[in-house]
């Protein structure tokens, strides 16, 4: 009888290739839409300047092309550009053959030289410039070409010449991109005529920083920075160019000429060049560049101070007297080195010329001092950073703070002397400053030690509105070392005030006093008496467990106590208790202290020492676990159903106790469960009997496994980092079982004809879709499958979707006599997860808010391992089974670290009328695509399914009716 269905399937099968067409058509009609480009490039029939123009924009939408198309628009493009007058559609053309050039298969040397051919026809000066920049584009598109640079370096020089500024503009920026002398042909005549060479070339922009046109000096500047950026080093000699052009008047030339004096202070930092004011006093080079750059700070141009203000960060060589004068506002007397009078006699008994009293005015100063040259405008570097912070525009002030960091990180003395300027910047009106001055001092830390008056300005700023700066300021808290005792206890008292005042911040102000016991511990133990409230001779109340304010001191008293052993001695009776529930409730804030756990000990035990546990190594009893699976096939149906069973219970244990094999072992567990619940549906005696004899219990059994087997596959795929194509298969596979199974109870329900008939069709033809998809999955990664999918793919798939029947006598033995195979994973996995902070729930205060307006929920989570944050929603299951899933927005979301990020928005909950206080869970989702078989992807689709990434917590909500 099975040889006989099998025959008619491969009938059946053979009949309907022959009448239903293939889908080729489709993609012979996507092959053939850019064959219409050549048409849409038509410019003989274009009448105007204007429509040839036009046709050329739409034609450059369309690119790229082919190759073999874009032989011909070449050849229409220069066809048309001998035709037409118009200079707008000449330069577009030019402009749309650089775009071509770069096009795969295209002669591009071709083009090159035909461009060449027609700049010396050209008469429009803008055509020209194009014809450069193409130029330019095709050179940098064909680096090795080195006869073709050459060209056209000296095609670009002889334009330099050209009265019009593009022209020239455009010949610097070709000279700077493809300028380079030829190592080969000047490697004959020795290294003076190599560097004589390339001094020739540089020497020829340095020219051009003197143009009439300051769009002219700054491309000259610009093209120096071209060659430097290409591996060419730049001559000495340009620093001079550079430093002069920092007084033109046009904000691009500065801004370019600031660039270029940072480049030769980094190339040339230990060379000596004049002093200003003085032929004698000599520099270095990288000091001197840091003056120039400092004065760039007060320029008029914002763009030209926020440059400098960040450029001085990266000067790391400078000299520490520099340094320390950007820091001050006091300017010396002419900016020249002053001679003692010691100095100066010296100098003149050197000499021998001594006053005679024979000359009017013979024993006047030997000193010439230049006017021009003393400028109480002309500060250096003096005070620098001090304009730099106090700046306007908070473009200026960011930078000028990036750069103090910086060179704070570097020296310990700046460090120390910049601490002030960083505290000052803390009460900055921006709170992005801020934000950035409370990081920065965060990074020189170790540098530095707080005064009291410093600490009291930073924790004053405790009390700002915004949650960010807060929890920053808890951070910087944490790794500062404290003074004196004063000290930490005036940061413990603001940071207990500013709990009860912003109760949402307590996890991390925990954290931060937890941080702050840990590092100083010698401070606390002087701290417990005044802390906890004791007296030498009275016994005073035991303190509230739920008031956070206590949980406060005890977490920053017990970190401290881990390294000061002598603490205990000071801790009253009842501390023992609350560590012990601290321990239990806070175990990542509070640590095990040896001799309090070993007093608690004491306590249960009496004097009998505590019974001595086994170690175990949780990964050696995984694997022991998993070696009761691989036995599983020879086992009874009963047996295995208890043995995977008695498994799932262990992984769990396993998953409780590691936190380092929670996922592993949840993987194993979930796995276990869909082969179990596979198993459990299929074991029933009803399988054994025809379908109208089966109650309709035993199916609606079977379908609700199948639902659970394909959910619980759905979350092995998406939420577990670490598997590898082919485990995932094996996940995948399970689903394809469960929709099988679905299939099968459904349409052994379901009758023949009519509209059950067609409703058993559809159902036919979406298993059908979804394993032929599955299919061509496995075949493009290369996966082998197992046996009940192998047999899926030979035999199912040739059916037809109108022969439901045999498909249903098909399906069902091979899902009774095909067990799903076990697993075994290659690596530990990690468990795509999110914790929420806020709101915490469990309160027995209801939110109240007017019915039909909204409530704002401030939400506050942690999210672990999520690769696409644009997944992530926030769903809100209301009392009467109402879902609300709200987006949040990309800025609410804070990168902590890699796969770990922080989401911090509010939600708007909206209602109608309540007669009383109802909970709403508000918990944290994640959406995927069902019909994706691969690695998640980015998928926001509305029909896609979500999994729930936490746990929900449950809010009281109490819409009260408007006040008429």
């Given at each position: 009888m099975a040889a006989h269905l099998k025959k008619r399937a491969y009938e059946e099968f053979s009949q309907i290739i022959q009448e239903e067409p293939k889908p080729p058509p489709i993609k012979v009609r996507?092959?053939?839409?850019?064959?219409?480009?050549?048409?849409?490039?038509?410019?003989?029939?274009?009448?105007?300047?204007?429509?040839?123009?036009?046709?050329?924009?739409?034609?450059?939408?369309?690119?790229?092309?082919?190759?073999?198309?874009?032989?011909?628009?070449?050849?229409?493009?220069?066809?048309?550009?001998?035709?037409?007058?118009?200079?707008?559609?000449?330069?577009?053309?030019?402009?749309?053959?650089?775009h071509i050039a770069r096009l795969p298969g295209v002669n591009a040397l071709r083009i090159a030289n035909d461009l060449m051919t027609l700049l010396s026809s050209e008469a429009s000066h803008k055509v020209k410039g194009q014809i450069f920049t193409t130029l330019t584009v095709i050179g940098r598109a064909l680096p090795l070409t080195s006869e073709l640079h050459r060209q056209l370096v000296q095609l670009a020089q002889k334009h330099l010449s050209d009265q019009n500024h593009a022209v020239r503009c455009a010949s610097l920026s070709l000279i700077g991109q493809l300028g380079m002398f030829d190592s080969k042909s000047a490697s004959s005549s020795g290294k003076s005529s190599k560097e004589r060479r390339k001094g020739q070339l540089q020497r020829m922009l340095g020219e051009f920083t003197s143009d009439r046109d300051a769009r002219v000096r700054e491309a000259a500047l610009q093209a120096m920075l071209s060659l430097h950026q290409r591996g060419q080093k730049l001559e000495l000699d340009l620093y001079q160019q550079a430093v002069r052009s920092l007084a033109d008047d046009h904000e691009g030339v500065r801004l370019v000429a600031l660039k270029l004096v940072w480049v030769l202070g980094q190339v040339y930092p230990d060379e000596s060049v004049s002093a200003p004011g003085s032929n004698e006093e000599t520099l270095r080079l990288v000091d001197d560049g840091f003056a120039k750059i400092c004065e760039m700070v007060t320029d008029l141009s914002l763009k030209v101070r926020a440059e400098a203000a960040g450029l001085l960060g990266s000067l790391h060589s400078v000299s520490t007297k520099f340094l320390e004068q950007t820091l001050d506002k006091k300017l010396m007397s002419g900016l020249r080195k002053k001679k003692s009078s010691h100095e100066r006699q010296k100098e003149q008994y050197v000499s021998g010329e001594w006053s005679t009293g024979k000359k009017w005015a013979d024993d006047a100063p030997q000193e010439d001092v230049n006017p021009e040259t003393v400028s109480l405008i002309n500060s250096g570097a003096c005070g620098a950073f001090v304009h730099g912070l106090e700046d306007e525009y908070l473009e200026v002030r960011s930078a000028a703070l990036d750069s103090l960091c910086e060179l704070a990180a570097q020296s310990p003395s700046f460090a120390i002397l910049s601490l002030d300027f960083l505290v000052d910047m803390f009460n900055d009106e921006i709170e992005t400053v801020r934000l950035n001055a409370i990081h920065s001092l965060r990074k020189i830390n170790h540098h530095i030690k707080l005064r009291e008056d410093q600490l009291e300005i930073i924790l004053n700023v405790l009390d700002d509105s915004s949650k960010e700066i807060r929890e920053a300021l808890h951070e910087l808290l944490s790794s500062v070392s404290m003074e004196t005792k004063s000290c930490l206890h005036k940061a413990m008292m603001f940071l207990i005030r500013n709990l009860n005042k912003y109760p949402t911040d307590r996890l991390s102000i925990w954290n931060c006093l937890k941080n702050l016991g840990k590092a100083n511990p010698d401070l606390t133990l002087a701290l417990v008496p005044e802390l906890l409230g004791t007296h030498p001779y009275f016994d005073t109340p035991e303190p509230d467990m739920d008031d956070p304010a206590y949980i406060a001191v005890m977490i920053m008293i017990l970190n401290s106590a881990v390294n000061s052993p002598t603490m205990s001695a000071l801790f009253p009776e009842y501390t023992f208790r609350h560590y012990g529930y601290l321990r239990d409730s806070l175990p990542h804030l509070v640590p095990e202290v040896e001799h309090l756990m070993a007093a608690g000990r004491r306590g249960v035990h009496g004097n009998r020492s505590p019974p001595a546990e086994e170690e175990t190594n949780p990964q050696d009893f995984l694997s022991q676990t998993l070696e009761k699976l691989k036995g599983l096939d020879s086992l009874p149906n009963a047996t295995a159903i208890n043995v995977m069973q008695l498994t799932i219970r262990d992984l769990q244990r396993i998953s409780e106790l590691e936190p380092r094999l929670t996922a592993t072992a949840e993987f194993y567990s979930m796995y276990i469960e869909c082969q179990l619940t596979l198993a459990k549906a299929l074991s029933g005696d009803h399988w054994n009997v025809p379908a109208m004899l089966c109650p309709q219990q035993s199916a609606e059994t079977a379908l609700a496994a199948a639902e659970r087997v394909i959910d619980l596959s759905y979350r092995l795929q998406h939420l577990y980092l670490g598997c590898s194509e082919s485990e995932l298969a094996q996940v995948q596979q399970l689903r394809l079982r469960a929709w099988a199974l679905q299939l099968v109870v459904q349409l052994r329900g379901s009758g023949g004809s009519g509209s059950g008939g067609a409703s058993a069709s559809k159902l036919t033809q979406r298993f059908l879709n979804r394993a032929s998809a599955m299919q061509e999955h496995f075949i493009s990664a290369g996966i082998s499958p197992d046996s009940f999918t192998r047999a899926v793919f030979s035999q199912v798939l040739k059916l037809s979707a109108a022969r439901h029947a045999i498909l249903t006598k098909f399906l069902q033995p091979l899902l009774l006599h095909n067990r799903a195979p076990p697993l075994s994973l290659a690596n530990t996995l990690s468990l795509v997860a999110a914790d929420i902070h806020e709101p915490t729930g469990g309160s027995d205060n209801p939110m109240r808010f007017t019915a039909g307006l909204t409530l704002g929920v401030f939400l506050d989570a942690s999210l672990r391992n999520v690769r696409d944050l644009e997944r992530i929603r926030i769903e809100v299951k209301f009392p009467d089974f109402q879902t609300q899933v709200f987006m949040p927005r990309a800025s609410d979301f804070r990168v902590l670290n890699d796969l770990r990020h922080r989401m911090m928005t509010e939600i708007y909950l909206s209602h109608s009328l309540w007669s009383e206080p109802c909970q709403v869970e508000i918990s944290i989702v994640m959406t995927y695509d069902p019909n994706v078989l691969g690695p998640s992807t980015s998928s926001s689709s509305s029909s896609g399914g979500t999994l729930a990434l936490s746990k929900p917590v449950k809010v009281y909500l109490m819409p009260k009716p408007s006040k008429r």
């Amino acid at each position: 009888m099975a040889a006989h269905l099998k025959k008619r399937a491969y009938e059946e099968f053979s009949q309907i290739i022959q009448e239903e067409p293939k889908p080729p058509p489709i993609k012979v009609r996507l092959v053939t839409r850019p064959q219409t480009s050549p048409v849409l490039l038509d410019l003989q029939r274009a009448g105007s300047s204007r429509e040839a123009l036009n046709q050329l924009l739409e034609f450059e939408n369309q690119l790229p092309v082919s190759a073999e198309e874009a032989e011909s628009v070449i050849n229409t493009l220069f066809e048309h550009y001998n035709k037409e007058e118009g200079t707008h559609v000449r330069s577009k053309i030019v402009a749309l053959l650089g775009h071509i050039a770069r096009l795969p298969g295209v002669n591009a040397l071709r083009i090159a030289n035909d461009l060449m051919t027609l700049l010396s026809s050209e008469a429009s000066h803008k055509v020209k410039g194009q014809i450069f920049t193409t130029l330019t584009v095709i050179g940098r598109a064909l680096p090795l070409t080195s006869e073709l640079h050459r060209q056209l370096v000296q095609l670009a020089q002889k334009h330099l010449s050209d009265q019009n500024h593009a022209v020239r503009c455009a010949s610097l920026s070709l000279i700077g991109q493809l300028g380079m002398f030829d190592s080969k042909s000047a490697s004959s005549s020795g290294k003076s005529s190599k560097e004589r060479r390339k001094g020739q070339l540089q020497r020829m922009l340095g020219e051009f920083t003197s143009d009439r046109d300051a769009r002219v000096r700054e491309a000259a500047l610009q093209a120096m920075l071209s060659l430097h950026q290409r591996g060419q080093k730049l001559e000495l000699d340009l620093y001079q160019q550079a430093v002069r052009s920092l007084a033109d008047d046009h904000e691009g030339v500065r801004l370019v000429a600031l660039k270029l004096v940072w480049v030769l202070g980094q190339v040339y930092p230990d060379e000596s060049v004049s002093a200003p004011g003085s032929n004698e006093e000599t520099l270095r080079l990288v000091d001197d560049g840091f003056a120039k750059i400092c004065e760039m700070v007060t320029d008029l141009s914002l763009k030209v101070r926020a440059e400098a203000a960040g450029l001085l960060g990266s000067l790391h060589s400078v000299s520490t007297k520099f340094l320390e004068q950007t820091l001050d506002k006091k300017l010396m007397s002419g900016l020249r080195k002053k001679k003692s009078s010691h100095e100066r006699q010296k100098e003149q008994y050197v000499s021998g010329e001594w006053s005679t009293g024979k000359k009017w005015a013979d024993d006047a100063p030997q000193e010439d001092v230049n006017p021009e040259t003393v400028s109480l405008i002309n500060s250096g570097a003096c005070g620098a950073f001090v304009h730099g912070l106090e700046d306007e525009y908070l473009e200026v002030r960011s930078a000028a703070l990036d750069s103090l960091c910086e060179l704070a990180a570097q020296s310990p003395s700046f460090a120390i002397l910049s601490l002030d300027f960083l505290v000052d910047m803390f009460n900055d009106e921006i709170e992005t400053v801020r934000l950035n001055a409370i990081h920065s001092l965060r990074k020189i830390n170790h540098h530095i030690k707080l005064r009291e008056d410093q600490l009291e300005i930073i924790l004053n700023v405790l009390d700002d509105s915004s949650k960010e700066i807060r929890e920053a300021l808890h951070e910087l808290l944490s790794s500062v070392s404290m003074e004196t005792k004063s000290c930490l206890h005036k940061a413990m008292m603001f940071l207990i005030r500013n709990l009860n005042k912003y109760p949402t911040d307590r996890l991390s102000i925990w954290n931060c006093l937890k941080n702050l016991g840990k590092a100083n511990p010698d401070l606390t133990l002087a701290l417990v008496p005044e802390l906890l409230g004791t007296h030498p001779y009275f016994d005073t109340p035991e303190p509230d467990m739920d008031d956070p304010a206590y949980i406060a001191v005890m977490i920053m008293i017990l970190n401290s106590a881990v390294n000061s052993p002598t603490m205990s001695a000071l801790f009253p009776e009842y501390t023992f208790r609350h560590y012990g529930y601290l321990r239990d409730s806070l175990p990542h804030l509070v640590p095990e202290v040896e001799h309090l756990m070993a007093a608690g000990r004491r306590g249960v035990h009496g004097n009998r020492s505590p019974p001595a546990e086994e170690e175990t190594n949780p990964q050696d009893f995984l694997s022991q676990t998993l070696e009761k699976l691989k036995g599983l096939d020879s086992l009874p149906n009963a047996t295995a159903i208890n043995v995977m069973q008695l498994t799932i219970r262990d992984l769990q244990r396993i998953s409780e106790l590691e936190p380092r094999l929670t996922a592993t072992a949840e993987f194993y567990s979930m796995y276990i469960e869909c082969q179990l619940t596979l198993a459990k549906a299929l074991s029933g005696d009803h399988w054994n009997v025809p379908a109208m004899l089966c109650p309709q219990q035993s199916a609606e059994t079977a379908l609700a496994a199948a639902e659970r087997v394909i959910d619980l596959s759905y979350r092995l795929q998406h939420l577990y980092l670490g598997c590898s194509e082919s485990e995932l298969a094996q996940v995948q596979q399970l689903r394809l079982r469960a929709w099988a199974l679905q299939l099968v109870v459904q349409l052994r329900g379901s009758g023949g004809s009519g509209s059950g008939g067609a409703s058993a069709s559809k159902l036919t033809q979406r298993f059908l879709n979804r394993a032929s998809a599955m299919q061509e999955h496995f075949i493009s990664a290369g996966i082998s499958p197992d046996s009940f999918t192998r047999a899926v793919f030979s035999q199912v798939l040739k059916l037809s979707a109108a022969r439901h029947a045999i498909l249903t006598k098909f399906l069902q033995p091979l899902l009774l006599h095909n067990r799903a195979p076990p697993l075994s994973l290659a690596n530990t996995l990690s468990l795509v997860a999110a914790d929420i902070h806020e709101p915490t729930g469990g309160s027995d205060n209801p939110m109240r808010f007017t019915a039909g307006l909204t409530l704002g929920v401030f939400l506050d989570a942690s999210l672990r391992n999520v690769r696409d944050l644009e997944r992530i929603r926030i769903e809100v299951k209301f009392p009467d089974f109402q879902t609300q899933v709200f987006m949040p927005r990309a800025s609410d979301f804070r990168v902590l670290n890699d796969l770990r990020h922080r989401m911090m928005t509010e939600i708007y909950l909206s209602h109608s009328l309540w007669s009383e206080p109802c909970q709403v869970e508000i918990s944290i989702v994640m959406t995927y695509d069902p019909n994706v078989l691969g690695p998640s992807t980015s998928s926001s689709s509305s029909s896609g399914g979500t999994l729930a990434l936490s746990k929900p917590v449950k809010v009281y909500l109490m819409p009260k009716p408007s006040k008429r």
